[in-house]
């Protein structure tokens, strides 16, 4: 039930900013599409949160970090797009970013962009970071899942959603941007529980900095293929400074 209380504020922003903006005369908001953005990042978080409590259901032994979760939502994100593009022609491979075609005159600004996170984390290391180098499987798991599972359905998913419900509006893939950005600057800084929520402002801001910059890479190079990369380096970065 936490999960879900922490869900519901995690969107509760951007459906009441959608919301403001329609009334405004932003555009019309296809309501159904952003409820399917919502139940889609449900069934993700119950994947990663909930599969590996499954009897039976194959799991690393001894890891300390959540493989088995991080891999059964790739899976379900995975089959979510297939649904998506059975769902409406307006969803394919290439608004959902599941090309290695990159828009003209997108690499430098993506690399960039890229060198401008790996900058932000190394510097925030160098400040406050506690110096310990990181284990084999901190470095592993930094290198591969966090950019597969997460672009996949924040900068992939999410993104042709969100989208797909402002389609009446001007700038609408931007607009998606932002509130897809926001969903997971706050997925990463604010958690509820009924003993007691956690909220942490820097980090907020920080994976809001960073989601900012993977979404423009996402926009400008019309790929996830570049993102994945971004954030995986990223978070390497992030421990070996």
């Known amino acids: 039930m936490d999960l879900f209380i922490s869900m519901a504020i995690w969107w509760a922003p951007v459906v009441v900013l959608a919301g403001i903006l329609q009334a405004m ?14 139940a889609a990042f449900a069934l993700y978080s119950v994947a990663i949160f909930y599969a590996p409590l499954i009897p ?3 799991r690393i032994e001894g890891a300390q970090y959540n493989w088995t979760g991080k891999a059964a939502a790739i899976a379900t994100t995975l089959a979510m797009m297939l649904v998506a593009m059975r769902a409406s022609p307006a969803i394919t491979r290439e608004t ?11 690499l430098r600004p993506a690399l960039l962009a890229t060198a401008a996170m790996i900058a932000i984390v190394v510097t925030l290391q160098l400040i406050g970071g506690d110096g310990q180098p990181p284990d084999a499987e901190t470095l592993a798991y930094q ?15 999410l993104l042709a959603l969100v989208a797909t419900a402002l389609a009446k509006w001007q700038h609408g893939w931007r607009w998606a941007g932002v509130f897809v950005t926001v969903i997971f600057a706050f997925g990463h800084s604010f958690f509820y529980m009924s003993e007691g929520s956690q909220f942490d402002p820097v980090a907020l801001v ?35 400074a």
């Open 25 to 38: 005369g932003r555009g019309a908001v296809g309501w159904l599409w952003l409820a399917a953005a919502v």
């Open 56 to 58: 039976g259901f194959p």
């Open 96 to 106: 959902l970013g599941l090309t290695l075609r990159q828009n003209a005159g997108s």
């Open 143 to 157: 290198a591969i899942v966090p950019g597969i599972d997460e672009e996949l359905i924040f900068r992939g998913l």
């Open 206 to 240: 920080v994976t809001g900095v960073l989601g900012g910059l993977m979404m423009f890479i996402r926009l400008r190079t019309g790929s996830i293929a570049i993102p994945i990369l971004a954030h995986n380096l990223t978070n390497v970065a992030n421990q070996l």
